[in-house]
Nanobody, 126 residues
């Protein structure tokens, strides 16, 4: 059972940057795909991006390309989501999730991630 603990959210101004962290209890964390999702008030949870095992590749939703960057430090069992030039529409609860299965295009599918962080609120004021 992998436990994911998130940190780094908060209240920021439009244009600021933020880096969210997702720390895993699993020592073989490098074998897990890590996805990032977000859920805005009144909206469904949406895929933001993901990073493959051993940093083999990153994938982003079209809406996240350019301002979002996902990375991982497997020595620290931690993944990161960097968000630059934050906009009010980025306001949401952000979740990290992990899966040990091989994923192709299904990397965007939240149901395929069995392990989830507790979520962290990001609020962007204009």
């Amino acid at each position: 059972q992998v436990q994911l603990v998130q940190s780094g959210g908060g209240l920021v101004q439009a244009g600021d940057s933020l880096k969210l962290s997702c720390a895993a209890s699993e020592t073989s964390f490098s074998n897990y795909v890590v996805g990032w999702f977000r859920q805005a008030p009144g909206k469904e949870r949406e895929f933001v991006g993901a990073i493959n095992r051993n940093s083999a590749g990153t994938y982003y939703a079209d809406s996240a390309k350019g301002r979002f960057a996902i990375s991982r430090d497997d020595a620290k069992n931690t993944a990161y989501l960097q968000i630059d030039s934050l906009k009010p529409e980025d306001t949401a609860v952000y979740y990290c999730a992990a899966s040990d299965r091989t994923m192709g295009l299904t990397i965007k599918t939240s149901a395929l991630y069995p392990y989830w962080g507790q979520g962290t609120q990001v609020t962007v004021s204009s």
